[in-house]
Structure formats: C-alpha cells, structure tokens
C-alpha cells in the first residue's frame, strides 16, 4: 500500500504494525513540535495547532483501516468518544488483537504475504 492510500484513503485494511509505527510517527513528530512550542511560544503554539489540525485526517484513516481488518466498520471509531473506556477499548482492539484471518468484506489480509 503507498503513503497517499495508506494517509489518505478509509478503503483497505492494515495490521498492526502498521498502525503502531504511524500512530508513534505521529506521537513523535507532535512531541517535537511540543518541545518547539516551549522554545518560540505563540509562534511554535500555531505550528503545532496546524499540524494536529492536518493530522485529524490521516489518523482516522489510519484507524478505519485498523477497524476494517478486525472485520468491523469503520463507525467503530466513534468508540473512543465514550469516556474512559471507549478510547481504552480501540486501543485494545486494534493494537493488540490480531485482524481476520484471510480475506473479509474489507479487503485482503494484509498479512497474507508476509
């Protein structure tokens, strides 16, 4: 899967490593920029708003994909808005727990090559 399907699109479904190296690639980048932020002030502030602002998409994208290989739709985001244990649910569900094995209405197992 290229960087623009994969950022971009809700179509297809990844596994877990996936999703973890890009939630931590985004987690590192806004750590960055937080410690940007400590050293311009309001000039490292909008930076770093503008850059959460742009991450928004991808992110959601990121965890569709996830949801689609656990077999589930991609709705299943709206999960993580229920206080405490919605976010701890997802985080469990598609970081730690193995996707379908073999094809799903989603797509492919993006394992099966591997």
């Not at 931590?24 to 400590?38: E, R």
Request: charged share 15%.
């Amino acid at each position: 899967m290229d960087l623009k399907t994969l950022l971009l699109s809700f179509d297809g479904r990844i596994g877990r490593k996936t999703y973890w190296m890009c939630y931590l690639g985004f987690i590192g980048v806004m750590i960055v920029l937080s410690i940007v932020m400590a050293v311009l002030g309001d000039v490292g502030f909008i930076i770093l708003m503008i850059f959460s602002l742009a991450v928004i998409w991808p992110a959601l994208a990121i965890q569709a994909k996830r949801w689609h290989d656990r077999d589930k739709s991609a709705w299943w985001i709206l999960i993580g808005l229920i206080p405490v244990i919605g976010p701890i649910w997802a985080i469990v569900e598609n970081g730690f727990l193995r996707g379908t094995e073999g094809n799903n209405r989603f797509g492919a197992d993006p394992l099966a090559g591997a």
